[in-house]
């Protein structure tokens, strides 16, 4: 009797355990916050410059401007290799910590008023061409 209970309880420790493993190799990662970071410092060492957003997005559009937003993205890509993009409601902390490394990086390069400065270029390079078409 004590010989098969000692060969049962081995039994069922083997089975756990192959449990366990089979359960962490199927494991997703979603990825870590340092991540996160070392793959915007990666990316803006090779120039790649994303400006992510997260969350609802909600655009107020001046008459006559219906076509500006997408006009503004461009303009940036075009001429300082920001790409703007909103990637929708679902934030992870790998997704935040790029977003906000991302940011930090390309005020150090372009300085704190990049936004304010190229949506005023880009507002003119707008209503210029608007007036050609």
Not at 30 to 49: H, M, P, Q, V, W
Not at 50 to 78: A, H, P, Q, T, W
């Amino acid at each position: 009797m004590k010989n098969l209970l000692i060969i049962i309880f081995t039994l069922i420790s083997f089975l756990s355990y192959a449990q366990e493993s089979s359960i962490q190799n199927d494991s997703i990662s979603l990825g870590t916050c340092r991540e996160g970071i070392e793959n915007a410092e990666s990316d803006f060492k090779k120039n790649i410059y994303n400006l992510y957003s997260y969350g609802l997005s909600v655009e107020i559009i001046k008459k006559g401007e219906e076509d500006f937003n997408e006009f503004y993205r461009d303009y940036m890509f075009k001429n300082y290799s920001i790409n703007i993009e909103n990637r929708g409601c679902v934030i992870l902390p790998k997704s935040k910590c790029y977003a906000e490394t991302a940011k930090k990086l390309i005020f150090q390069k372009f300085g704190e008023d990049i936004f304010e400065r190229t949506r005023k270029e880009a507002k003119k390079a707008f209503l210029k061409n608007k007036h050609y078409r």
